[in-house]
């Protein structure tokens, strides 16, 4: 019996860690980049026609069409420039005061005998409140990532997407993004500002031993759901 005991205690506390170790939820969702041409679209492109210039074929432009990019598999680089600052204040004071009095100098007749003057009596309250409280916060990330174009929308508009993965030593940087921009807001230079992408989703995690020492311990963290306080 005892055994057994031990080995349910031994599996719930293995549970409760691998719930501590479940990773967070993702930001950037969806495909990180375009899909390769299927095989039959290669060939129907790579048959010639009696041109010299092929237009529909990979990596090839119109004469007079510059290099942005308006087609799914092309480069986008995205310059993250995002800053946000947020404060707030709140500030409540209130007051009340509460009084009563009661004098008698001069008793009827037909009250009890035991009504007179010393039957006098006062009453007062007071009751003050105040309260105070102040947030703010400021984030400011800074970067750049180059994206793919992995779909053209229908009025034109370019769905991209894109990840960055960086290993140093035992651990793991990644920084990924999706959105969608305008054709018209790139540059000659193909880069666009982060603050022109719409719907746009910035994720930067890491993974690894700088990640883990972040975390709560499983035992901690049991304790901390458990407790009323």
Do not use: H
């Not at 290993?167 to 999706?178: K, Q, T």
């Amino acid at each position: 019996m005892n055994r057994l005991v031990s080995f349910l205690v031994l599996g719930a506390c293995l549970i409760v860690s691998g719930c501590a170790l479940v990773p967070p939820e993702p930001v950037v969702t969806g495909p990180l980049t375009a899909a390769p041409p299927s095989p039959q679209a290669l060939a129907a492109q790579s048959e010639p026609n009696g041109s010299i210039f092929q237009p529909t074929s990979y990596g090839n432009f119109p004469l007079f069409e510059d290099r942005r990019p308006r087609n799914v598999g092309d480069v986008v680089t995205v310059v993250i420039q995002e800053k946000t600052n947020a404060a707030k204040n709140v500030s409540t004071t209130t007051n009340r005061d509460g009084s009563a009095s009661l004098g008698l100098d001069a008793v009827p007749k037909f009250f009890p005998p035991g009504m007179g003057p010393d039957q006098s009596f006062e009453m007062s309250g007071d009751n003050d409140y105040q309260g105070k409280g102040s947030s703010s916060a400021a984030n400011n990330f800074s970067g750049t990532i180059t994206t793919t174009v992995i779909a053209v929308l229908s009025n034109g508009n370019l769905q991209i997407a894109g990840n960055k993965e960086m290993a140093i030593n035992r651990g793991s940087e990644y920084v990924r993004f999706s959105g969608v921009v305008d054709p018209r807001s790139i540059t000659g230079s193909n880069t666009v500002l982060s603050t022109q992408v719409a719907d746009a989703r910035i994720e930067y995690r890491s993974k690894g031993t700088m990640a883990e020492v972040q975390e709560m311990g499983w035992l901690q963290r049991f304790f901390l759901n458990i407790s009323p306080f």
